[in-house]
């Protein structure tokens, strides 16, 4: 059975697509062989900066004979419709064969496709897997119409049989014809050698320093690494990333280790780190006992005869260019800090948009203060604390060390606010309210962080929502859904108890007003104002719009309120579009549970109840719903519950009333009957205080006192009675079990 | 491996040794564009001539401006004005890379001792509506070339595709001199009779045009040229093909295209002066981009072009 080594040879591929594109040549490669009816044993891809490779073992020398029969149409059948099926199957007349069915005599026809040679099929297959190959980016070079990551210049084909022998697969795209030739290193290598095998062009590549294997260049690089930084007591940071990305930028690695000048040691870690890693793809080396960064790790793509002294000479001094210009950034910034105080970077974002319809940072800023100031109390912090943190929270976008190196926002706010002086918790929540970005990012604990962090992520909400911008399937260009998993996240590490129904209805409000500032009358966007003063004190907008509303009604010099007036609309449309984000935050809930493990029909039937919009709430909530299921009692009083909730539903939908209340104990014929009388009223008695007093453990207790009478009911009693009187008065003491149930969660959610 | 070329002493003669390098691959050598830009590709011999059909080989210094860069001259590595040495080949050869990395070793950089990389780079440039895919060249980690395949220029698809080198003159020749300052490399040869630095021929110029860019250029005027300029390059494309005076076929592509330059230069020294905002900038930006896919549209109706009607 041959083996089948392929390499495609081109110009620099960018590191970061190499291990894809490599998995994508494997996959499409062995896919159409597959097909084809070509299977294998074992497949491997490698890449490297100019180099694409995939090695097939064991494929079958040539696809199996495959037969099909296939049935025609009747002898007697008009001869369109022969002669059609005589196309279809690719058959002629004489090879059908005519059969007796039941209709009568037919034609069946037997197609037999002769098996290919591996080659051919090899050929084709890998022209198509070149042509519609899935590169991220591709380009075309030259006179040619070919399109390729950078300009593909050579194609390895070989098929290597039992014996050894290696035949090329005969075959050309785009002028490109495929050989048994590649060549090693572009500088250190020797020119152009054929290859008769995969050992054996592993093992040419390699004597002509080239390193087939990502992963082992990789290893290569972290062994050396930490050899070096070891010797001298030393540590490398860990950085798998850029490892990746670095055994992506040579052939032969050949590991560096230079020191950083002392004038750059007293920059922030994280800013040599960033420095060093961004624009020079070095990697940071630690003194474990100072914990400063005080050596890089470069990794050559060569090896030359002064073993590396040119080349780490060159890159110690870019580094300290490099250095120098971060430095010039950090010592301007500390003096902007120091002399202008940051609220004065925050003042030039009037010039830098957000987004063009919600208009500048500072304008966000503002309302991110604003709604900071409100959420404060809830948390724990000061409110004028939360506003003057909001306020200078992302005036480091400002500086230039963020507009050089925006992925150190947030941090250098945390060091610019300290070299400012202010209060150590308004230097945190700089760093801390972007917090979490990551599913797995810590999440900010700190009263002013949180309050800013919640403010932020809440303001970008509703302010998408506000001009109709929502995700939509894979598209979350503003990271949306990040955000309120964010707040999420957030509520629930802190146990806060905070309806998010107020605070999304004031923000949009004043996305509302921010909007139509420009086009409203001031009497509307005072109106407007008084509205979110009104939220602050009835908690949601319905009744503070409505409040409003009444107070204008009767003033002369009311704006106007008629049909398609701005504040028509706005009250129409803000409580709309709250419930959406909140239905979006509880599908983000939702998936949230689901991957801690909670079912999902749980988390629905907790949702379904009100005070939905206080997440701490339906947590609680579901947690102890789903345990109570995971009882006995629990699953036994859910089949009871469903039990009532379906005779009550069908009797509901024979007689076309609703029957919910009116139950009385006297009509009550056994004593099955008369003890769930007493039963519900014990557990009635329970649940609704313990609701109130969110003990839902204790619910739960008593929901689970109801299950034994309920079970002994239903042996003992049937419901549909022929006295009418007895059986109306059943159904209402179902009715009666159904909505104590209801109280602790919508059971008819709940599955099985 | 080529044999090691003996170091280059002075700015100008690197230029030299590219000049003669790339004339003796097959290049053109072409004289700087005699109108302020802020890069090499602005040059008509790149922009226009990456359009069309014709095949083209082209190499030249162009002294190239950004405003926005000026540093008094005190900074050791940014300038206001600035040299790039510029290479485009239509249809890029095969071997451009190994023909780049020839280029190199000409100037003296030894191929046998340093650590040359290909760097994933794409570029692209939205005031010309083009773009690109290649690598910015690493030597020991320092950036020392643009490397781009042209995919669309002024809105059309290079159909031959270009190849284009672009070399920061000044940071590949202090890297090549080992010079830590600009304003210290020699700009002549350091032992002539009167041996001049990078600093004596630009010092002052730098200090000049930095006071000027930031604080002294009349930002009314500016923006009154480039609505002229806008205007005026509208105004020729508008004409009609035909001459009336000879009666010939003469688009003017190239008298239009030095208009949309222009625009481009102004709207830059604004962007110094601080005047644009965010969201003005977008819109300049866009206005310039129209003019330039104007003038592509308009060069490909002409012969260079490869229009054969």
């Avoid at chain 1, 150190?408 to 300290?418: F, N, P, S």
């Avoid at chain 1, 453990?697 to 549909?720: E, H, K, S």
């Avoid at chain 2, 008094?72 to 451009?96: C, F, T």
Wanted: charged share 25%.
């Amino acid at each position: 059975m041959p083996n089948l080594l392929i390499e495609l040879f081109s110009e620099e591929i960018p590191a970061r697509m190499q291990a894809r594109a490599a998995e994508d040549l494997k996959k499409r490669m062995t896919d159409g062989l597959v097909e084809a009816g070509l299977t294998y044993a074992g497949a491997a891809a490698f890449s490297t900066p100019r180099r694409l490779a995939l090695a097939v073992d064991g494929l079958l020398a040539e696809s199996p004979t495959t037969s099909e029969e296939r049935k025609g149409p009747r002898v007697d059948a008009p001869e369109k419709a022969i002669e059609g099926f005589l196309r279809g199957a690719g058959v002629g007349r004489d090879q059908l064969e005519i059969r007796d069915e039941k209709k009568g005599q037919v034609y069946f026809a037997t197609i037999t496709r002769p098996g290919r040679p591996a080659a051919q099929i090899v050929a084709e297959v890998l022209e198509s897997v070149i042509r519609d190959f899935p590169w991220p980016k591709s380009m075309r070079w030259g006179s040619g119409s070919l399109r390729w990551v950078r300009p593909l210049h050579s194609i390895l084909c070989i098929l290597t049989d039992d014996a050894g022998e290696a035949q090329v697969v005969p075959m050309e795209v785009d002028g490109i014809a495929a050989g048994n030739t590649t060549e090693g290193h572009r500088f250190i290598g020797s020119g152009r050698f054929s290859v008769r095998s995969f050992d054996d062009y592993q093992a040419k590549l390699k004597r002509d320093r080239v390193i087939l294997d990502a992963g082992e260049r990789a290893d290569h690089i972290w062994q050396e690494a930490t050899n070096l930084a070891f010797a001298q007591g030393l540590q490398v940071v860990e950085d798998r990333g850029l490892l990746a990305e670095v055994a992506g930028l040579v052939e032969w690695p050949v590991v560096l280790m230079g020191g950083i000048g002392e004038d750059f040691l007293g920059l922030p870690p994280e800013v040599l780190q960033t420095s060093m890693k961004e624009h020079q793809k070095f990697f940071s080396v630690k003194n474990p006992k100072t914990g400063r960064i005080e050596k890089f790790i470069t990794v050559a793509n060569r090896e030359t005869a002064d073993h590396g002294a040119t080349i780490l000479a060159g890159n110690q001094k870019v580094l300290a260019a490099r250095l120098s210009d971060a430095r010039f950034f950090w010592e301007n910034d500390l003096r902007v800090a120091k002399e202008q105080g940051l609220e004065a970077w925050t003042d030039r974002l009037s010039n830098v948009t957000f987004q063009h319809r919600l208009g500048s940072q500072r304008a966000r800023i503002e309302r991110i203060a604003a709604l900071a100031r409100e959420i404060a109390p809830l948390v724990g912090a000061g409110p004028d604390l939360a506003v003057q943190a909001a306020r200078v929270a992302k005036a480091d976008l400002s500086s230039e060390m963020v507009y050089e190196f925006p992925e150190l926002q947030g941090l250098m706010g945390r060091y610019y606010a300290e070299a400012a002086g202010l209060p150590p918790e308004v230097a945190a929540a700089c760093e801390e309210h972007y917090s979490p970005l990551g599913p797995s990012d810590d999440v900010p604990t700190a009263p002013v962080s949180l309050a800013v962090a919640l403010a932020d992520k809440l303001d970008t909400l509703t302010g998408f929502w506000a001009i109709d911008e929502k995700p939509t399937g894979s598209k979350d260009p503003y990271a949306l859904r990040r955000a309120a998993l964010g707040v999420i996240r957030i509520v629930l590490a802190n146990g806060l108890r905070l309806h998010l129904d107020r605070f999304v209805d004031g923000q949009l409000v004043r996305h509302k007003i921010a909007l139509n500032r420009a086009d409203a009358s001031p009497d509307e966007i005072d109106t407007l104002e008084e509205v979110l003063d009104e939220i602050a004190d009835h908690g949601v907008f319905g009744a503070a719009f409505r409040a409003v509303m009444d107070r204008l009604q009767g003033s002369k010099d009311a704006p106007d309120l008629g049909d398609g007036s701005l504040l028509r609309t706005v009250g129409d449309l803000v409580p709309d579009l709250s419930t959406d984000l909140l239905a979006f935050f509880h599908d983000r809930l939702k998936v949230h549970l689901r991957d801690q493990g909670m079912r999902h029909d749980v988390i629905d039937a907790c949702l379904a109840l009100d005070g939905g919009d206080d997440l701490t709430l339906v947590v609680a909530r579901a947690g102890a719903l789903g345990a109570f299921l995971q009882t006995e009692d629990g699953g036994n009083l859910l089949q009871g519950f469903k039990r009532a909730n379906n005779i009550l539903t069908q009797a509901e939908d024979k007689d076309g009333v609703e029957y919910s209340f009116g139950a009385d104990v006297k009509f009550a014929e056994t004593d099955e009957e008369k003890a769930l009388f007493a039963a519900l009223d014990a557990a009635e008695a329970k649940i609704g205080p313990a609701m109130q007093a969110e003990d839902y453990a204790a619910a739960m207790g008593a929901m689970a006192d109801m299950r034994a009478p309920i079970d002994a009911f239903f042996d003992a009693v049937q419901v549909n009675a022929e006295n009418d009187v007895v059986r109306r008065n059943r159904l209402n003491l179902l009715a009666r079990i159904r909505g104590i149930c209801l109280q602790v969660a919508d059971l008819t959610r709940i599955e099985g | 491996m080529a044999r090691q070329q003996e170091k280059p002493r002075s700015f100008q003669e690197i230029i030299l040794r590219l000049q003669t390098y790339w004339a003796a691959k097959g290049c053109a050598v072409l004289q700087p564009y005699d109108m302020e830009v802020g890069a090499g590709t602005f040059h008509p011999a790149t922009t226009l001539r990456s359009l069309g059909t014709q095949p083209w080989a082209a190499a030249y210094v162009q002294p190239s401006r950004r405003p926005t860069d000026g540093r008094y001259g005190e900074n050791p590595n940014r300038l206001q004005h600035y040299y790039q040495y510029q290479v485009l080949i239509k249809p890029s050869p095969p071997d451009l890379q190994a023909l780049y990395l020839g280029s190199l070793e000409a100037i003296g950089i030894d191929m046998e001792l340093h650590d040359i990389r290909f760097v994933e780079d794409d570029w692209e440039s939205p005031t010309l509506g083009a773009w690109g895919l290649g690598w910015e060249v690493w030597c020991d980690g320092m950036e020392v070339s643009q490397f781009t395949y042209f995919q669309q220029v002024g809105g059309h698809d290079c159909h031959p595709v270009s190849g284009e080198l672009t070399y920061g003159l000044e940071r590949l020749a202090m890297y090549v001199l080992g010079i830590d300052h600009v304003m210290d490399m020699p700009f002549n040869d350091p032992d002539a009779p009167i041996a001049l630095s990078y600093g004596d021929v630009f010092r002052q110029t730098e200090q000049e045009y930095s006071r000027w860019n930031f604080d002294v250029a009349d930002t009314a005027v500016l923006l009154r040229h480039f609505e002229e300029a806008e205007a005026e390059c509208e105004a020729i494309l508008a004409c009609d093909d035909t001459d009336p005076k000879t009666g010939l076929r003469i688009v003017m592509a190239h008298p239009a295209y030095d208009q949309c330059i222009k625009a481009s230069h102004i709207f830059n020294l604004l962007d110094a002066r601080g005047v644009i905002s965010v969201t003005e900038r977008q819109s300049y930006i866009g206005r310039v981009r129209a003019l330039a896919r104007q003038c592509a549209d308009a060069f490909v109706r002409t012969g260079a072009g490869g229009y054969a009607g």
